[in-house]
Nanobody, 121 residues
Framework: QVQLVESGGGLVQPGGSLRLSCVVS????????MGWYRQAPGKERELVAS???????NYADPVKGRFTISRDNAKNTVYLQMNSLKPEDTAVYYC???????????????WGQGTQVAVSS
């Protein structure tokens, strides 16, 4: 059973910072790309940032220069450092990972339960 558990969300004032973490646990062989998505009320889930197994990163235009994604492969953990937060960053943030599990040839996508980020004065 693979689990992704996010932490680090909360309420922050505009201009503030938060750091999200997502730990992958369970029976896994390897983790390919990992990423963060977000979903605001009434909107579709959208990609925020992703990072490959080799460390190549990709960011959505609205967060470029403000957010940084990183990963610690030894800890099966992905992070999202969010700086200069804006009210429009308010959303539930979800962790995603593409994972190989034992006895299954094709890697599969797994999701965390989400963590709320609210940016408000």
């Amino acid at each position: 059973q693979v689990q992704l558990v996010e932490s680090g969300g909360g309420l922050v004032q505009p201009g503030g910072s938060l750091r999200l973490s997502c730990v992958v646990s369970g029976s896994i062989v390897s983790i390919n790309a990992m990423g963060w998505y977000r979903q605001a009320p009434g909107k579709e889930r959208e990609l925020v940032a992703s990072i490959t197994g080799g460390g190549r990163t990709n960011y959505a235009d609205p967060v470029k220069g403000r957010f940084t994604i990183s990963r610690d492969n030894a800890k099966n953990t992905v992070y999202l450092q969010m700086n200069s937060l804006k009210p429009e960053d308010t959303a539930v943030y979800y962790c995603n990972a593409n994972i190989h599990i034992p006895w299954v040839i094709q890697a599969q996508d797994y999701w965390g339960q989400g963590t709320q980020v609210a940016v408000s004065s």
